[in-house]
Nanobody
Framework: QVQVAESGGGLVQAGGSLRLSCTASGSSNYAMGWFRQAPGKAREAVACISWSGASKYIVASAKGRFTLGRDNAKKTLTLQMYDLQPEDTATYYC?????????????????????WGQGTQVTVSS
């Protein structure tokens, strides 16, 4: 079983920056990604990367502002967020999907084998 843990959320003013980190136990051959869920909205994939690093995804609203990094040796996934805006306010979740070839871990209705962290809150004030 893979254990996933996030850190790095917080409160920041619009235009500010935050760095989220995620660690996952076990081997590193899993797709990893950051998802977010704002109140009253569905969870969405923000930035993901395949286990090999060859395939990446970043949601259109984050392109040019968010940078995803992965270190398989340290089993960590980081999300550096710049120029944060109030619409980025959400709970951010890290996920790991062992053995999955795509960049983004599968959602709960797609697979029972994706492991999720508890989430970390990001709040951006205007």
């Amino acid at each position: 079983q893979v254990q996933v843990a996030e850190s790095g959320g917080g409160l920041v003013q619009a235009g500010g920056s935050l760095r989220l980190s995620c660690t996952a136990s076990g081997s590193s051959n899993y797709a990893m990604g950051w998802f977010r869920q704002a109140p009253g909205k569905a969870r969405e994939a923000v930035a993901c990367i395949s286990w090999s690093g060859a395939s990446k995804y970043i949601v259109a609203s984050a392109k040019g502002r968010f940078t995803l990094g992965r270190d398989n040796a340290k089993k960590t996934l980081t999300l550096q967020m710049y120029d944060l805006q109030p619409e980025d306010t959400a709970t951010y979740y890290c996920a790991a999907d062992p053995g999955y070839g795509g960049p983004c871990p599968r959602e709960v209705w797609e697979s029972a084998h994706t492991y999720w962290g508890q989430g970390t809150q990001v709040t951006v004030s205007s």
